[in-house]
């Protein structure tokens, strides 16, 4: 090795759902960019086929894929073959540092994992809370957990950095970077063309005399009476005004696609689809009227579009999203639900600068590494970490 010649540091960039591909892709190609860097890439495949899907989108290519998903999993069976599989990866690759996103149940076992053989933890997504354990369930816990296991916290938003200042945690450990989901919004923003719209004329969503109405629904605390209530909504809502469409990419796991189907389909103007690739979710996204969901991730990317949205969850990790005028929480009452929508499709509200920052978190993300005095080895601890930055 020459003496200009700098040896990368390794940092293991863990992800096991969807979600989580969408908002660590940015990250991964800031390390892939980077002078100080390599990244090595696990995938615990938590979900399986939307895990694959979002991975081609983005080209990524793990360099570990543990594979743990089975049929009909538990949450004992994720966390514990996550934990002993990326383990053995930590073990293999010896980062410098190991990245995970969120709240999930590979977030968490992931972190875990790394504190087992003392590697510090980067937590992108840190500090959302709904202070209750069981809304969203686990991940309300997952998240709670990963913080008390993370060295550094990168922490969306002002609001996600005073949550993490409450329970205690250092404020020169907590970075202010806004969301990386926005990053990744943008970057397939400018990838999509109009050969799209040919998905809106097949389900008739693209005439005048239609509101394309986008649904997701998946919330495991949703299951059985809860997604029956909003299924019960969309039944209202269609019959209530012949312009609405509803668009629904039904998720994969049977306890939801097998109640979906049986109260909702053949029903008129509403179309019961299989999970989109991003590119097409984020197309229908940006041209819908109104979406309604119970996921913390697809909150965020409406308000990156500037879409009103309808959370039917009693509490969100994300209130910046209802204290802007762009959502509304409704639960799964389907009085709530159908009120909310009739709203927004009334009267949209008034374009909202999103709140969860400008496109820049990734960057901010490995600009921090790079200042950070890490060292490549298993048994390292974070020496200096700098302050916090807000998004510009």
């Not at 790079?370 to 490549?376: E, M």
């Amino acid at each position: 090795m020459t003496a200009n010649t700098v040896q990368k540091q390794s940092v293991l960039v863990v992800y096991g759902t969807r979600p989580e591909v969408i908002k660590l892709a940015p990250v991964v190609r800031q390390l892939q960019c980077s002078q100080e860097f390599h990244p090595v890439i696990c995938a615990t495949a938590q979900h399986r086929e939307l895990l694959d899907q979002m991975t081609r989108v983005f080209d990524l290519t793990p360099d570990y894929d543990l594979n743990v998903m089975t049929e009909r999993q538990t949450l004992f069976s994720i966390t514990t073959r996550v934990l002993e599989g990326v383990g053995k990866v930590i073990e293999t690759v010896k980062p410098a540092y190991v990245l995970v996103q969120g709240d999930t149940t590979t977030t968490f076992a992931s972190s875990l994992a790394a504190f087992y053989h003392n590697v510090p933890v980067g937590h992108v997504e840190a500090g959302l809370r709904t202070f209750d354990v069981q809304n969203p369930y686990p991940e309300e816990m997952n998240r709670r957990l990963t913080s008390q296991i993370a060295s550094i916290h990168f922490a969306p938003t002002q609001s996600a950095r005073a949550n993490l200042l409450r329970e205690g945690v250092r404020d020169e450990n907590i970075l202010v970077t806004g969301n990386t989901v926005v990053d990744a919004i943008e970057w397939m923003i400018a990838r999509l063309d109009e050969s799209r719209n040919g998905d809106l004329r097949r389900y008739g969503l693209n005439g005048h005399d239609c509101w394309p109405v986008l649904i997701t629904a998946h919330r495991r605390e949703n299951w059985g009476d809860g997604l029956e209530q909003i299924c019960m909504a969309i039944r209202n809502l269609v019959a209530w005004n012949d312009k609405v469409c509803i668009l629904f990419p039904v998720h994969p796991n049977p306890v939801v696609s097998d109640l979906v189907k049986k109260h909702l389909n053949n029903l008129p103007r509403v179309h019961l689809i299989p999970a989109l690739s991003y590119p097409d979710f984020v197309y229908l996204m940006s041209r819908c009227r109104v979406v309604i969901t119970d996921s913390g991730g697809v909150q965020e990317e409406v308000a990156s579009l500037g879409k009103p949205v309808v959370i039917t969850r009693e509490k969100t990790e994300r209130p910046e999203i209802v204290s802007c005028g762009l959502g509304i929480l409704t639960g799964t009452d389907p009085l709530r639900i159908t009120k909310a929508v009739k709203q927004m499709l009334e009267k949209p509200p008034v374009q909202a600068v999103s709140p969860f920052g400008d496109g820049r978190a990734a960057k901010r993300i490995v600009e921090h590494l790079r200042r950070s005095s890490l060292t490549p080895s298993s048994g390292t601890k974070v020496r200096a970490i700098a302050g916090t930055l807000s998004p510009q």
